[in-house]
Nanobody
Framework: QVQLAESGGGLVQAGGSLRLSCAAS????????MGWFRQAPGKEREFVAA????????YYADCVKGRFTISRDNAKNTVYLQMNSLKSEDTAVYYC????????????????WGQGTQVTVSS
């Protein structure tokens, strides 16, 4: 069982930056692939970024490429999402996900999910 806890959300002006963190705990959590998703009001949860446990493979949604950076520190069992040049359309609840399968952290079928952290971008 893996537990995930997101932090770092908040209110920021358009053009600003935020850094989200997701701390993983539980057996084997350091070898899970990790991903970030988001869900805006009235919309479905969507993929944002994913990173393999070895750091070798990274994916981004087209809408965040060049603005967001995913990274992880396996010694701390933590994955990060650095968000720059934020736009109002980035406003959403951001969720961290983990799974032993890389394809699962690129869609909403991941096995483990955090509770989410709210990101609000004011225009």
């Amino acid at each position: 069982q893996v537990q995930l806890a997101e932090s770092g959300g908040g209110l920021v002006q358009a053009g600003g930056s935020l850094r989200l963190s997701c701390a993983a705990s539980g057996r084997g959590s350091s070898i899970y692939h990790m991903g970030w998703f988001r869900q805006a009001p009235g919309k479905e949860r969507e993929f944002v970024a994913a990173i393999s446990w070895s750091h070798n493979t990274i994916y981004y949604a087209d809408c965040v490429k060049g603005r967001f950076t995913i990274s992880r520190d396996n010694a701390k069992n933590t994955v990060y999402l650095q968000m720059n040049s934020l736009k109002s359309e980035d406003t959403a609840v951001y969720y961290c996900a983990a799974d032993s399968r890389m394809e699962a952290v690129r869609n909403v079928g991941a096995a483990y999910w955090g509770q989410g952290t709210q990101v609000t971008v004011s225009s």
